[in-house]
């Protein structure tokens, strides 16, 4: 094509624009932009609020003139899309001059998502702001500057987390409310519970399952009240409760949509012929669970961004657009949490059957200093043990575990497969068997049969029908242990496995300890003793996190 526009700037866009730019020295690359600004980091814009990226402007990577030069690219600002034609193949754009009507041989959607609103009465008060672009990182810091010392942030997602946690390490008091039970929904719960016990580490006010029924604007400051009947005072207020694509333009033109989501084959080509579509206004497939939404990731959408370009310049080489996964991160003060794949509430639902194997090794050798615990859940389809998902939290190491879990998980390698992964070891880095091996050796201990687990979730049934076998210590006993549990330490276990077969009274016995380690142990010669046997997944690490 001789002329390539593109609808948004930022990370899709641009991707696809420079990348088009790179293929072909001679296209008309053009590039609309409703707000002021191209090519800036989103994903900084939280830790601008909080203060950590002091200069707004290290937050934008390029300007319209920096693009021009490096890239020939023609960077319109302040360009709105309003209207297009698929058929005359012309977008209609607003500008500060009045309308104009552009047309391209290829159309690249990239306009992102938008801040949902919910429906809450006094959303509208000057102290509520969302947080999608420079400038309003910038207005959230000038309130915090200009001395807010409270601050309300509405949803517990990524970036609610991410912003609730920079202003509080920058001193305010920062309530946190989110409906769901837990902050950061896609975490299994027990995963999450070191997120929500970090936040409060911190100093953050946070309230799960609640949300705000009302705000009322005040003279210095606005009151929202809670649907639990509680009431949050505040300076600034962030409204974080999610993200729906921005495309009701491009709806209204006749492309087709799911849900706002524009549908996309595997080169990103919506129905319209010669236009595109990428980013956060994408539809996908999740690979695992088969549920269609768009991923609202930086890292799937710049990747995709590229990939587009090739298709519209090269198409008889152009790659497919691989499906995303979910890989995402943050880190919440000390703690970095991680995870990819699917999650346990997803894979339930699916229907698909699944096992799940929790773990708490250390990140590295536990004799060097700054050894730290890595809490980490992979689960696997059951029967060939294919991977579908991993989470980790700790304070150190959780970004290389999960990105090895991602990659394995891309490559469809089974949870066995993880033990004979190569990774480099020293005592600095990591253990002779790295927590991912030693997760792929508890994977198939299960898939083969020679650990058998039970889970937290099963504690219901199991207090009412097996008997407990505590195999910790007695002073790990004594300093709290579950009402039911008979205490016999793994190291006396198999003098008294007598005097276990006589309490079971003919029941399962269900074994637990602190993290998994001496229960699968005493699994073992319980099983091979002929008892009814299973040992607690993550043990009461797990069973704590998850309660
Ligand atoms: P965007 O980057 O949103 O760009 C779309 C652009 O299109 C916008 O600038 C918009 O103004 C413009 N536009 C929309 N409609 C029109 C129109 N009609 N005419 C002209 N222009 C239009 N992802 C991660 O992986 N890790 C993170 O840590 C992370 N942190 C984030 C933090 C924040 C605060 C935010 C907001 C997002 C974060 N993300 C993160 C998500 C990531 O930034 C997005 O997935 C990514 O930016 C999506 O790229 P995109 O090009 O599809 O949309």
Request: charged fraction near 20%; hydrophobic fraction near 45%.
């Given at each position: 094509?001789?002329s390539v526009?593109?609808?948004?700037?930022v990370?899709?866009g641009?991707?696809a624009?420079?990348?088009?730019?790179?293929?072909?020295?001679?296209?008309?690359?053009t590039?609309?932009e409703?707000?002021d600004h191209?090519?800036f980091?989103?994903c900084?814009?939280p830790?601008?609020?909080g203060g950590?990226i002091?200069?707004?402007?290290d937050?934008?990577?390029?300007?319209p003139?920096?693009?021009r030069?490096?890239?020939?690219?023609?960077v319109?600002?302040?360009h709105?899309?309003v209207?297009?034609?698929?058929?005359a193949?012309?977008?209609?754009v607003r500008?500060?001059?009045g309308?104009?009507l552009?047309?391209?041989?290829?159309?690249i959607?990239?306009?992102?998502?938008?801040?949902v609103?919910p429906?809450i009465p006094?959303?509208?008060?000057?102290?509520?702001?969302?947080l999608r672009?420079?400038?309003?990182?910038a207005?959230?810091r000038?309130?915090?500057d200009d001395?807010?010392r409270?601050?309300?942030v509405?949803?517990a997602?990524?970036?609610?987390?991410e912003?609730?946690?920079s202003?509080?390490r920058r001193?305010m008091?920062?309530s946190?409310v989110d409906?769901?039970?837990?902050?950061?929904?896609?975490l299994d719960?027990d995963?999450?519970?070191h997120?929500?016990a970090e936040?409060v580490r911190?100093?953050?006010?946070?309230?799960?399952?609640?949300a705000v029924?009302?705000i009322?604007?005040?003279?210095?400051r606005?009151t929202?009240?809670?649907?639990?009947?509680t009431?949050?005072?505040?300076?600034?207020i962030?409204l974080a409760?999610?993200?729906?694509p921005?495309?009701a333009?491009f709806?209204d033109?006749?492309?087709a949509?799911e849900r706002?989501?524009?549908?996309v084959d595997?080169?990103?080509r919506?129905?319209?012929?010669?236009?595109?579509?990428v980013?956060d206004a994408?539809?996908a497939?999740?690979?695992?669970?088969?549920?269609?939404?768009?991923v609202?990731?930086?890292?799937?959408t710049?990747r995709?961004?590229r990939?587009v370009a090739d298709d519209i310049m090269?198409?008889d080489?152009?790659r497919?657009?691989p499906v995303?996964?979910g890989t995402a991160?943050?880190?919440?003060?000390d703690?970095?949490?991680a995870?990819t794949?699917?999650?346990h509430r997803?894979?339930?639902?699916?229907?698909t059957?699944?096992h799940?194997?929790?773990?708490h090794p250390k990140?590295?050798?536990?004799?060097?200093?700054g050894?730290?615990t890595?809490?980490l859940?992979v689960?696997?389809?059951?029967g060939?043990g294919?991977?579908?998902?991993a989470?980790a939290?700790?304070?150190?190491?959780v970004d290389?575990?999960?990105d090895?879990l991602?990659t394995?998980?891309?490559?469809?390698?089974?949870v066995g497969?993880?033990?004979d992964?190569d990774?480099?070891?020293a005592?600095?880095?990591s253990?002779?068997?790295?927590p991912?091996n030693?997760a792929?050796?508890v994977?198939?201990?299960?898939?083969?049969?020679?650990l058998r687990l039970?889970?937290?979730?099963?504690?219901?049934?199991?207090?009412?029908?097996?008997?407990v076998?505590d195999?910790r210590?007695r002073?790990?006993?004594?300093a709290g242990?579950l009402d039911?549990a008979?205490l016999?330490?793994?190291?006396?276990?198999?003098?008294?496995v007598?005097?276990?077969?006589?309490a079971t009274a003919?029941?399962p016995v269900?074994?637990l300890?602190e993290s998994?380690v001496r229960?699968?142990?005493?699994h073992?010669?319980?099983?091979?003793?002929?008892?009814?046997?299973a040992?607690?997944s993550?043990?009461m690490m797990?069973?704590?996190a998850?309660?």
């Amino acid at each position: 094509p001789t002329s390539v526009l593109i609808v948004g700037g930022v990370a899709a866009g641009m991707s696809a624009a420079a990348r088009a730019r790179r293929l072909d020295e001679h296209a008309r690359i053009t590039v609309v932009e409703r707000g002021d600004h191209v090519s800036f980091a989103n994903c900084g814009l939280p830790y601008h609020v909080g203060g950590d990226i002091d200069d707004a402007d290290d937050l934008i990577v390029h300007t319209p003139e920096t693009l021009r030069a490096a890239l020939g690219i023609d960077v319109r600002t302040r360009h709105e899309a309003v209207a297009l034609d698929t058929v005359a193949r012309t977008l209609t754009v607003r500008t500060d001059a009045g309308t104009r009507l552009l047309h391209s041989d290829a159309l690249i959607l990239a306009p992102g998502a938008r801040a949902v609103r919910p429906p809450i009465p006094g959303l509208d008060s000057p102290r509520v702001r969302t947080l999608r672009t420079v400038e309003d990182a910038a207005a959230l810091r000038a309130a915090a500057d200009d001395g807010a010392r409270t601050a309300l942030v509405i949803g517990a997602g990524f970036i609610g987390v991410e912003t609730a946690e920079s202003l509080a390490r920058r001193g305010m008091d920062v309530s946190l409310v989110d409906t769901a039970p837990h902050p950061l929904p896609p975490l299994d719960g027990d995963i999450a519970h070191h997120v929500a016990a970090e936040l409060v580490r911190l100093g953050v006010d946070l309230r799960t399952g609640t949300a705000v029924a009302r705000i009322t604007p005040g003279a210095d400051r606005d009151t929202a009240t809670l649907t639990d009947g509680t009431t949050v005072e505040a300076d600034m207020i962030v409204l974080a409760t999610g993200t729906v694509p921005d495309t009701a333009v491009f709806e209204d033109a006749g492309i087709a949509c799911e849900r706002g989501a524009i549908v996309v084959d595997e080169h990103g080509r919506t129905s319209a012929p010669g236009a595109w579509a990428v980013g956060d206004a994408a539809q996908a497939t999740d690979p695992v669970t088969g549920a269609r939404r768009p991923v609202a990731l930086a890292g799937p959408t710049n990747r995709a961004g590229r990939l587009v370009a090739d298709d519209i310049m090269r198409p008889d080489t152009a790659r497919p657009l691989p499906v995303p996964i979910g890989t995402a991160i943050a880190q919440v003060g000390d703690l970095t949490v991680a995870l990819t794949g699917a999650n346990h509430r997803d894979l339930a639902a699916s229907g698909t059957g699944f096992h799940t194997v929790h773990l708490h090794p250390k990140q590295h050798a536990g004799y060097f200093p700054g050894a730290a615990t890595i809490h980490l859940a992979v689960h696997f389809r059951a029967g060939d043990g294919r991977l579908l998902g991993a989470q980790a939290v700790g304070a150190d190491g959780v970004d290389k575990r999960i990105d090895v879990l991602a990659t394995a998980l891309r490559a469809g390698l089974a949870v066995g497969d993880l033990i004979d992964l190569d990774l480099a070891y020293a005592p600095p880095y990591s253990q002779a068997k790295d927590p991912v091996n030693i997760a792929g050796l508890v994977g198939s201990n299960v898939l083969d049969g020679t650990l058998r687990l039970w889970h937290a979730h099963d504690l219901d049934a199991v207090l009412a029908e097996a008997l407990v076998l505590d195999v910790r210590t007695r002073a790990e006993y004594d300093a709290g242990h579950l009402d039911a549990a008979m205490l016999v330490p793994h190291t006396e276990l198999r003098e008294r496995v007598g005097e276990i077969r006589t309490a079971t009274a003919g029941r399962p016995v269900r074994v637990l300890c602190e993290s998994g380690v001496r229960s699968n142990l005493a699994h073992r010669i319980l099983a091979q003793a002929g008892f009814d046997s299973a040992a607690l997944s993550g043990g009461m690490m797990t069973l704590r996190a998850a309660l």
